[in-house]
């Protein structure tokens, strides 16, 4: 039987009783933060109560509704052949976030929860988004899963998509109730659906890295992996004791690095543009540009590992300074049988482009164009443009990666969080009349298996 409102919010309010407890009971060791913290627990308390006593009051109606409707003589009997008209209640995801926030409720009650909230995202949020929404809250394990899908629950209600659009627009004057869903030190985690870190952005060949990788998302400061070279078989003849064929395992883990980008403008641009529609998008655009570039030369060092700094097994070009027919097909062959399969190649257009000329028949086995909105094929592999890869052929320069781009892991650690500097300052520390945005996020990025990759280098 579903719980009356005044059972729900006498629940939030035993949370919060226990909250303020903790902190009241600590006395003159409580921290000025603390205290502050009680204040607004305390005030929230008040706030719920009035919201009780109301839901008691109207809960009282409807059961004095109810019971008059149980008496045959104020009962109107309906007329035979009247349509019935049912009325089916979906339920909000969004109730009850303080169960969510305290985590007091159980995993799969949340993981349900956040699924029903991807369902009923605005439009702005396409089949594709949803999806990998989807797969994140379904297939990250049953603790990244619930985390996932508690931060989606956070950031997804239509009350705190409007605190976020306010934030964006007014900031001084931004609802300070909405802060307490987030970690972000006054400012806003941005709504699950405009997240970059959950809805991937997909801009083309120039950036195909988020189509082709393994995708990992993290609730936590790090992603362990589990490699293993696999189970050696032998024969075995009768009666003879088997041999261990145990395998080796090893671990890879990968740290999400911190990256961030500021956009200022003058108080006047900001007020008068519709900045708050515009920032996500211009967000993600940033972020796209800067991740392609650490995803392919990455140095793994204060940014994630790219694909040309961790795939380490190269494969030389056979004339010195010189790029020729005959280098793609020795890369293709280098890499062992195991990744071929679902094997794709990466390059910068210039070098994409000498490789297209070199099928000089048109439309051989060697190149293949498959048309709009797929990828064309080099010896049956897809192959993808990175605008980073340099496009020169001068001795050292690695102008392909062919590989298994599933064994490429890039891991992003959930949330973009944006703040606002209300007054940004010149070099004489003066005012500027100007304002900004700090948006930070944390992604990273690895290679988990180095042979499955071959990378084409210019002797």
Do not use: C
Not at 93 to 111: D, H, I, K
Not at 218 to 237: E, H, I, Q, R
Not at 248 to 265: C, D, E, H, L
Not at 266 to 284: G, I, N, R, W
């Amino acid at each position: 039987m579903a719980k009356k409102q005044s059972e729900i919010l006498s629940e939030e309010q035993e949370i919060l009783r226990a909250e303020i407890k903790l902190i009241t009971d600590k006395g003159a060791e409580a921290t000025d933060d603390e205290v502050t913290r009680a204040e607004e627990l305390t005030e929230e308390f008040k706030a719920k109560e009035v919201l009780r006593q109301k839901a008691l009051k109207r809960e009282a109606d409807v059961e004095e509704v109810m019971r008059a409707a149980l008496n045959p003589a104020r009962t109107e009997t309906t007329t035979p052949g009247a349509p019935t008209v049912i009325t089916r209640n979906q339920r909000d995801p969004y109730e009850n976030l303080m169960a969510v926030r305290s985590m007091t409720l159980t995993s799969g009650e949340v993981v349900s929860r956040a699924l029903d909230a991807i369902e009923q995202a605005p439009e702005h949020m396409d089949h594709d988004a949803r999806e990998q929404a989807t797969r994140l809250v379904q297939k990250s394990g049953k603790r990244q899963g619930a985390l996932i899908a508690r931060h989606i629950l956070l950031t997804g209600g239509d009350e705190y998509h409007a605190a976020f659009e306010n934030y964006l627009e007014n900031p001084e004057n931004a609802q300070r109730a909405a802060l307490s869903l987030t970690s972000a030190n006054g400012g806003y985690l941005v709504p699950f659906t405009l997240d970059p870190s959950i809805v991937l952005t997909n801009s083309g060949s120039a950036n195909p890295f988020r189509q082709i990788s393994a995708i990992k998302t993290t609730a936590t400061n790090t992603w362990n992996g589990v490699t293993s070279a696999g189970v050696n078989a032998g024969w075995l003849a009768e009666g003879t004791e088997d041999s261990d064929h145990t395998p080796t395992f090893g671990n890879i883990q990968i740290t999400p690095q911190k990256a961030s980008a500021w956009v200022f403008g003058s108080y006047e641009v900001l007020e008068d543009s519709d900045f708050a529609t515009q920032l996500p998008m211009l967000l993600a655009d940033a972020k796209d540009r800067l991740e392609e570039a650490a995803f392919t030369t990455g140095t793994g060092t204060g940014q994630p590992k790219g694909i040309i700094t961790a795939a380490t097994t190269t494969q030389a070009t056979a004339g010195v300074a010189t790029y020729a027919v005959g280098d793609v097909y020795n890369t293709q062959a280098a890499v062992p049988a195991r990744w071929r399969s679902k094997a794709s190649w990466l390059g910068n257009l210039t070098i994409i482009n000498k490789t297209r000329q070199f099928d000089t028949a048109g439309g051989s086995s060697f190149w293949a164009n498959l048309g709009a909105g797929m990828p064309e094929q080099l010896l049956g592999s897809s192959i993808y443009e990175s605008t980073t890869m340099v496009g020169t052929t001068t001795t050292g320069s690695k102008i392909l990666v062919y590989g298994d781009f599933s064994q490429f892991a890039i891991v992003d650690r959930i949330g973009m969080s944006v703040l606002y500097e209300p007054m940004v300052k010149g070099a004489a520390g003066r005012p500027t009349g100007q304002g900004g945005w700090f948006a930070f996020w944390r992604t990273g990025s690895d290679v988990l298996t180095a042979n499955a990759f071959r990378v084409l280098t210019v002797a």
